[in-house]
């Protein structure tokens, strides 16, 4: 019996804890908190992972959002002046517009989590719990193979590189002006 | 000769069935003991440290407490104890007492997977690579944190300094290890180990992993903020850089966390590159080894002592580092990163990939 109660005790914890800090990201008013509540949510997640038995998932979650978005965050956030992140008073149009967003973005869920397509067809193509499966299916470029899906996501992540390259970088004559006066 | 691996996790889901309160019991040794190991170690590095420095510049170091010194970092620790536990006015509480907290765990949650000897492993992942390289990224937010809510420019400056380094070799480091995992074929540490019966991967594989080892050293000795990496503390110029706030016990938080992942990043090279706690061995050790005889000589040691003495080994050549190079300058710090360590590293997991594929290496199976 303790072996069932488990899991489902440890899944509402972690569910409980995902709200809690989720609600502080929204609500918090000091942008540097928000990041690490921010950080307890993603964690959490990797904890949801763990409980579906895919440790490869919840490694991976921790890795990229925890220790690299996160981090990345923090350090944008070091970087820009504080004071010019907080809102204390958003304009009309702006509360309007991020009210038609959460709008939208509530009744686009509620469709998908009610519309009967959830089944469990794709479950023969997930690879089991194992590393090295989930590298082969990676690189299989057959039925279940997840090759095209793989590429195509490096080819948006390394557009989005040059792209964070292209409007980080200086101007060619600004760059010759500072040879020029040293 | 195969070895067993059994770890505590795996006796602990032995004793579950049964007895879930003994198994409970075990859980809570467990914590007690890696804490008490924590401390232990941590006491241990800091005398050693002090010790080895004052050698290298022909001094005696702690001489008064105790037989040569040997207790002089239990009194430095009872002082820390005893200190006033400051935070500055205007700094963000939580944040300040939250950052030591998380630098601490990114510290104790890598001790969980370290391979000490095949029966003393706290728990045995089949992702430990991944565990290990993202679980310490717990650290470098805890550095940032500090530096943040210190409200203090130096701390800042330091915190952003360490940052931007950490992230930066973190790249090096990982594609380091990848040699590894591509030569052993798993993520596992123990199977990493284990694939090491026939010879360590720092001979076995024509310079590879050489080549990678000496990265995985520099990449390592950067993310854990040690001298010629040091700018984030470098007290010439930022008095003590993300810490400076800090006092007491949560500064001996912080301070303990940088000595202990000093010896995870030994404690990872010896597994990664010289096979951990698996004695020196060379070619297969059953009947038609021409080295039969000498392994087994070799593992007439047990394996506990060769991961003690390959870690020690490391942590000396991390403190000799320290007293031998001068401290980098931002602008070669990166540059060393990106443009020297960084294609060399791409370079070498290509070629390690290569002598994979074509089983071009010792005792390739």
């Keep these: 019996m303790l072996a069932n109660a488990l899991p489902t005790l440890i899944f509402y914890l972690l569910a409980a804890i995902s709200l809690t800090l989720a609600w502080s990201v929204v609500t918090g008013r000091r942008i540097l908190r928000a990041a690490v509540s921010l950080m307890g949510v993603l964690a959490a997640s990797a904890g949801l992972y763990l409980l579906l038995d895919s440790p490869f998932l919840a490694g991976v979650q921790v890795l990229v959002y925890v220790g690299g978005i996160v981090v990345l965050l923090v350090f944008a956030v070091m970087l820009t002046r504080t004071t010019e992140l907080l809102e204390d008073h958003p304009t009309r149009g702006r509360q309007l517009l991020g009210g038609a967003v959460a709008l939208t973005f509530f009744g686009l869920s509620y469709c998908m989590m009610t519309a009967p397509v959830f089944a469990n067809r794709a479950l023969t193509a997930l690879p089991k719990n194992d590393v090295a499966a989930i590298g082969r299916a990676l690189l299989d470029t057959g039925e279940n193979g997840y090759a095209l899906p793989f590429e195509v996501v490096s080819l948006l992540l390394l557009a989005a590189m040059i792209g964070g390259i292209v409007i980080a970088r200086k101007p060619a004559a600004l760059v010759k002006s500072e040879v020029h006066h040293g | ?6 770890t505590i996790a795996q006796r602990t889901g032995e004793l579950l069935p049964g007895s879930p309160w003994t198994a409970a019991l075990y859980v809570l040794l467990t914590i007690l003991a890696v804490t008490a190991f924590v401390t232990v170690a941590g006491l241990v590095l800091i005398y050693a440290e002090r010790k080895i420095a004052a050698h290298f510049q022909c001094r005696v170091g702690p ?6 010194g040997v207790l002089q970092s239990i009194a430095d620790a009872i002082k820390l104890l005893m200190k006033e536990d400051v935070v500055p006015r205007d700094a963000d509480a939580l944040l300040h007492i939250l950052a030591p907290v998380l630098s ?18 706290v728990a045995d992942m089949n992702i430990g690579v991944l565990y290990v390289t993202a679980v310490s990224g717990l650290g470098v937010l805890g550095i940032l944190l500090g530096g943040w809510s210190s409200n203090n420019k130096w701390s800042l400056l330091g915190a952003m300094r360490a940052g931007a380094q950490i992230i930066s070799y973190e790249v090096s480091a990982t594609l380091a290890l990848l040699v590894v995992v591509v030569f052993a074929g798993t993520l596992q540490l123990s199977g990493i180990i284990q694939s090491q019966d026939t010879g360590w991967w720092i001979w076995r594989a024509h310079g590879c992993g050489l080549v990678a080892f000496a990265i995985f050293m520099i990449a390592g000795t950067a993310e854990i903020n040690r001298t010629p990496f ?25 301070f303990l966390s940088e000595f202990l992942n000093m010896f995870v990043l030994a404690a990872m090279a010896s597994t990664l590159f010289f096979g951990g706690w698996m004695p020196l061995h060379v070619g297969p050790s059953g009947v038609g080894g021409h080295f039969a005889a000498f392994n087994g000589v070799m593992d007439l040691l047990p394996p506990g002592l060769w991961f003690t003495l390959k870690t020690t080994a490391i942590i000396f050549l991390l403190m000799w580092f320290r007293w031998t190079f001068p401290r980098l300058r931002v602008d070669q710090l990166m540059r060393l990163e990106w443009k020297i360590l960084l294609p060399i590293g791409f370079v070498n997991l290509f070629v390690s990939a290569a002598c994979v594929v074509t089983g071009f290496y010792f005792f390739a199976r």
């Design chain 2, 1 to 6: 000769m195969a070895w067993q691996v059994k």
């Design chain 2, 63 to 68: 001489m008064r407490v105790g037989w040569h």
């Design chain 2, 104 to 121: 601490f765990a990114g510290m104790l949650l890598v001790m969980i997977a370290l391979p000490m000897s095949p029966s003393l492993q």
């Design chain 2, 230 to 254: 040091d700018l984030a503390e470098g007290e010439s110029e930022l008095t003590a850089g993300f810490h400076t706030e800090y006092s007491g016990l949560r500064f001996s938080f912080f």
